[in-house]
Structures are given as structure tokens and as C-alpha cells.
């Protein structure tokens, strides 16, 4: 962002004095729509830029009948080009401008936040890279425990831009308003749980300059645009049908949740291949499903011999998912070894299949069709042979490493869900709450994912709207606890509506824009 804003600067010809005022414009434009007037604004402000939009909103909000008061963390005269503009005007204007030059001046600070209706953290950006300490730290430690709503700008100060990690630490905030684009730091854990909700401001940073980048954000406009139609006259044949290689003993549910997923995804028709032991329980539970008995090696584990029916089976159909509830031993390895070979359809692979591949992943290179792996953080630390930490603390990273010596599209589960595609370019997923964490969430993203491919999307673009609409459908489940995955399953049809329907710009403001539909 820093070498966009220098080439909208010195290539477009837009002064920085502009992009700083209009940032500052957006600030006080979300400000009007939270807090009544005469509110009480305390903003705090570093010594550069990020600091500097704080001191434009700091001036829009006192014009507009805010009472505001500024505290800054730069000497008097110490701030340099725009920003240095925007305090000698405030100076010159006689604003109020108090300066924090010691620890001493931290009980002002105090004080003067604990009146406050709204506190604007303006004192990091996007540069943040070592720890935070001294005063800065005690200033962030006073925002967390003032009481009051926080609204950051560009990120949440103490937190790393590029990774999410918190540097010694950050302030926790219940907006941000970042600028251009979001930043992956709020994006990904711990940052983005202290980055509160998101909204993107549009600052007249030109389009192309942010074109062509190898990450990109999943938004609803995506998805909408990339759903098939449903034409007055389809029918169940004509749009997608999925077969779905699932179940084992004491593990029926997770072949149910996938194949009732697919359906509510919007396929025509979904088989489900089964142990034949289990079949009679997965028909007592499904209705609309066609079950398909394999034979089996022994109780439950589908014998390496039923490949040839699935292919059969498969050439009738446009995807083909394998995993939920499957058992995991060597003989459903073998199993798995002629089906990514021989399979004439795209592939989506979870849970048990993942597991009996365990290592051997490179396998995956020999599919007709790029398949689709769904792990979590401790599948992919295994098939990896790194910590689920590791996983964790750079999960762009492993995605986009693995996608490329695999050959396979990766979903890594988990906040945010990373999907990523050997061509070097991966999109991080902004819906989802905790309401996902529980068994079976992951078994309604596959069946989900395998449907959206029979209905005639790319894998890739199946994976990234796959994650987006499971994701809205846990967002319009309550956080917390007392749900189970078909409390989400039941709110796929309402997702959907939502997507049709929502308009993601804030307060019906065009240069601000949400990043989750709701």
C-alpha cells in the first residue's frame, strides 16, 4: 500500500495532501452514522501519516459539531509533509492541539478517555514491524481499558500488517476503517480478532494499481456473479449432479450432513457410495439422496475392487466428493490411489480421504482434474509434517508453498479460510463465526464445494464461494455456544437470499464498503 500510494502520488498526479483528506473525509463520514452530535471524541495520533488522518478527522469532526480532543505522541512541529500541514492548520486555527512528551502526561490521557463516547486510535499503521514499547504501549493499554468504543484507522495499532501477529501489543478495536484495501494482518489471527468489523474506504486510489495482485479478498459480488443461473426451465438433471464417497460405521452422520449440503447447495441429484453395512442406516436418515452400496474389504472399509463401480457411477455425474466419515486405513488408500487417477470428474477431497493420503500427497499430481483438498490446521500439519502452530502462524504461506508442489487447490480451513491454486494466486475468505466450530461444519463445506463444481463452476471458484456462502450461512447463526452444524445447514437457503439481496456499502455511503454481507 505504501508503493501504491507513491505511484497514485507521483504517477496519477494526485497530491498526498488529497489522499490524506479524503481519508480523513471517510473517517468522519462513518463517525456521522455511529455517534449523535456533541459526542465526545478523543483522538489519539502518531507522528506519520496514519497519524496525520487523524488530525483531518480531528478538524471534520470539530467543524461538525463534534467535541473533539487531539493527543499526539510527535513533538509540537515534528510532524513532516502532509501531516505537518494538517497540525500547523489546527495550531493556526486554534485547536487544542496537547502533546504526550512523557509518562507523566499519561494521566491526562486517562482522564480525558474515560469521558469519551468514541476514541479513535490514529497512532500505528501498516508499518508496524518490532515491538511495541514505552509509551506507545502504555497509550494502547489505556485505549483497552477506557471503556469506550474504539474505531481504528488503516489497522489496529500494535499489529502487524502482513501477518496478523500482535507486536508486544495492539489495540483491541470495535471498528476499523481501512483504506484502499484491507490488509492481511486483519485478516488473520490474533489480528483479526481485534480488528472488530472491517470497512473498506475508497481513498481514489486508481484501479489499476491495485490490479493483478497474487491475493485477493472473496466479497459477495464475486460469488453472485459467479453462481450459475437457474433457467425458468431446469431440472434436476440439468443442474449438477454429485456422488459422494463417504461413511463407516459410527460415522454416518458425516456422509448425511455432506450428500444434504450438496442438495441445499443447489445440485439436481447427489448419490451417495457407501460401505454396503451402512447403507440401510444412511436410507433411514435420507430421503432425497440415491444410495449406492459398495462392497467392502471387511465391515465398514470399502474394498479397493469398488473403484470401478464409482467410476462408473462418476462418468454419470459433474463432481466427485471423498472423505467424510470414511474410514482411513491402507485399504481405503489403495482405494483412494485409483480414484484420484481414474476419476472423470474434479475431485474434492476431505477428512478420512486426507487422511489415508496422509504424506504421500504428491499423488495428487496425477489427477485428470485439479482436485480440491479441504484440510484444517491439523490435517495440513500432518500431511505437512510442520505443527498445526506452525500451520497456523502462517497459513497464506503453507497454502500457497503446498498448492504448487501438489498440484491441487487448497481450502485451508479455520478464520479466515484460505483457498489457494498452483498458479501462484489465493483468496482469503472474510465470512464464518464461531458458530462453525463444531463436528460436521466441515462436511457441509465439502458437500457445498462438490456442488457448486456439478453446477458448473471452475474448482477454484468453487472453493472460494463454497468457503464465502458457509461461511454467511454461520454468520446468520448467533456466536457461541448451543449449535450444531445443521443449525447452519438450515440457514444455506437464507445465505443465499442474503447474497441476492445485499448491498455491501455502509450506511448506503459508495465509498464505504463492509467486507462481510452481514
Known amino acids: 500500500m505504501r508503493e501504491v ?52 478527522a480531528a478538524r471534520l469532526l470539530s467543524r461538525a459539531g463534534y467535541r473533539v480532543s487531539l493527543w499526539c505522541t510527535a513533538k509540537s512541529g515534528s510532524f513532516r509533509a502532509e501531516a505537518g500541514a494538517n497540525e500547523k492548520y489546527l495550531k493556526k486555527s486554534d485547536f487544542p492541539v496537547r502533546y504526550i512528551s512523557a509518562g507523566s502526561d499519561l494521566d491526562c490521557v486517562k482522564e480525558d478517555l474515560l469521558c469519551a463516547d468514541l476514541l479513535i486510535d490514529a497512532l ?34 500494535g499489529i502487524n500488517a502482513d501477518t496478523g501477529a500482535v507486536m508486544g501489543s495492539a489495540v483491541r478495536a470495535d471498528w476499523t476503517i ?80 455432506t450428500a444434504e449440503s450438496a442438495l441445499k447447495g443447489g445440485a439436481g441429484l447427489v448419490y451417495l457410495a457407501a460401505p454396503g453395512s451402512v447403507c440401510s442406516a444412511l436410507e433411514a436418515k435420507l430421503t432425497e439422496v440415491i444410495i449406492v452400496p459398495l462392497p467392502e474389504q471387511e465391515r465398514g472399509i470399502i474394498s479397493p475392487g469398488a473403484a470401478e463401480i464409482i467410476i462408473e457411477k462418476a462418468r454419470q455425474c459433474d463432481a466427485l466428493a471423498i472423505g467424510p466419515g470414511l474410514d482411513t486405513g491402507n485399504v481405503t488408500a489403495d482405494l483412494l490411489y485409483k480414484l484420484v487417477q481414474l476419476s472423470p470428474v474434479p475431485l474434492v477431497l476431505d477428512a478420512g480421504a486426507l487422511t489415508a493420503l496422509g504424506k504421500k500427497m504428491n499423488m495428487l499430481r496425477s489427477a485428470r482434474h485439479l482436485p480440491v483438498i479441504t484440510p484444517h490446521p491439523g490435517e495440513m500439519a500432518r500431511m505437512t509434517g510442520v505443527s498445526a502452530g506452525e500451520v497456523q502462524s502462517s497459513r497464506l504461506d503453507v497454502a500457497m508453498k503446498n498448492t504448487r508442489l501438489w498440484e491441487c487447490i487448497i481450502m485451508l480451513k479455520g478464520p479466515n479460510t484460505v483457498v489457494s ?10 465470512t464464518g463465526n464461531q458458530s462453525l466450530s463444531t463436528a460436521g461444519s466441515g462436511d457441509l463445506l465439502t458437500g457445498l464445494v462438490a456442488s457448486f463444481i456439478a453446477q458448473g463452476m471452475s474448482s477454484e471458484d468453487a472453493a472460494r464461494a463454497g ?52
Request: some cysteine.
Open 467 to 518: 468457503a464465502f456462502m458457509h461461511g454467511l450461512a454461520g454468520d446468520m447463526v448467533s456466536p457461541g455456544r448451543g449449535h450444531m452444524a445443521r443449525d447452519v445447514l438450515a440457514n444455506y437457503k437464507a445465505a443465499f437470499r442474503c447474497l441476492e439481496q445485499c448491498d455491501q456499502s455502509y450506511e448506503g455511503n459508495p465509498y464505504l464498503t463492509r467486507i462481510r454481507p452481514v
Open 124 to 157: 500505528l499503521g501498516i508499518g508496524t514491524n518490532r515491538e511495541v514499547s514505552g509509551i506507545m504501549a502504555d497509550l494502547i493499554g489505556l485505549v483497552n481499558d477506557c471503556g469506550a468504543p474504539v474505531l481504528a484507522l488503516d489497522i489496529p495499532s
Open 178 to 257: 481501512t483504506f484502499s484495501n484491507p490488509k492481511l494482518g486483519m485478516l488473520f489471527h490474533p489480528g483479526a480478532g481485534l480488528s472488530g468489523e472491517i470497512i473498506v474506504a475508497d481513498i481514489n486510489v486508481p484501479e489499476s494499481l491495485l490490479a493483478g495482485e497474487p491475493v485477493t479478498l472473496v466479497t459477495a459480488s464475486f460469488v453472485r456473479n459467479k453462481l450459475p443461473a437457474r433457467p425458468a426451465d431446469a431440472h434436476k438433471g440439468s443442474v449438477g449432479r454429485v456422488l459422494i464417497v463417504a461413511g463407516s460405521p459410527g460415522m454416518t452422520g458425516a456422509a448425511v450432513l
Open 5 to 56: 500510494d507513491r505511484r497514485t502520488i507521483e504517477e496519477f498526479g494526485m497530491p498526498g495532501s488529497v489522499l490524506m483528506e479524503t481519508a480523513g473525509m471517510r473517517v468522519a463520514e462513518f463517525v456521522f452514522t455511529k455517534m449523535p452530535k456533541q459526542a465526545r471524541v478523543v483522538i489519539l495520533a502518531g507522528r506519520g501519516n496514519n497519524g496525520g488522518d487523524g488530525l483531518v
Open 421 to 430: 491454486a498452483p498458479d501462484g494466486s489465493a483468496s482469503v475468505n472474510p
